[in-house]
């Protein structure tokens, strides 16, 4: 019985990459001069912390990093970006969240969104963080991968494992 498995997987030496670019570009631009303006990687808890001296300053630094990571391939919708707080001496800072793997909702949503195809003999299943999917022919799970691209889900999703 052929399938495939829906994850959600960032490759973190890209989103590495990407904000080592980010850096390299923010310590060169003429408009960040004075600023002191950071970009740091945290692997460990998989977020991005922005920190310049103004708001106006942070519109653009985040700006940069979402054109690095688009260079880079990484999807936008891996990104949560936090709220603008106000740090010491009038600074404003702001943490990145990188969003990995299929939480339990958005594996229900997946669910329910392949059920509402009404595919014949298309099944669906939660496995860990991992969505599998299973039908009785390769071009129903086509028809499935096609909608969930057309799906706006609020994270980035890969398809692996075809068997046939």
Do not use: C, W
Request: hydrophobic residues 40%.
């Amino acid at each position: 019985m052929p399938s495939f498995d829906v994850v959600s997987e960032i490759d973190m030496q890209e989103v590495r990459n990407a904000v080592d670019q980010a850096t390299r570009e923010v310590v060169n631009r003429y408009d960040f001069k004075g600023t002191d303006s950071e970009i740091e990687l945290d692997d460990k808890a998989m977020t991005i912390k922005l920190e310049t001296s103004s708001s106006d300053r942070m519109f653009a630094l985040r700006q940069v990093l979402e054109e690095k990571m688009v260079r880079r391939k990484i999807s936008l919708k891996a990104l949560d970006f936090g709220d603008m707080e106000d740090a010491a001496a009038g600074r404003a800072r702001m943490t990145v969240s990188l969003k990995a793997g299929v939480s339990s909702e958005a594996a229900k949503k997946i669910n329910v969104h392949i059920k509402e195809l009404k595919l014949k003999g298309v099944q669906s299943s939660t496995q860990g963080d991992q969505v599998r999917v299973s039908a009785k022919k390769r071009d129903a799970l086509q028809e499935v991968i096609a909608s969930l691209k057309e799906a706006d889900l609020d994270l980035p999703l890969q398809y692996q494992n075809f068997r046939d």
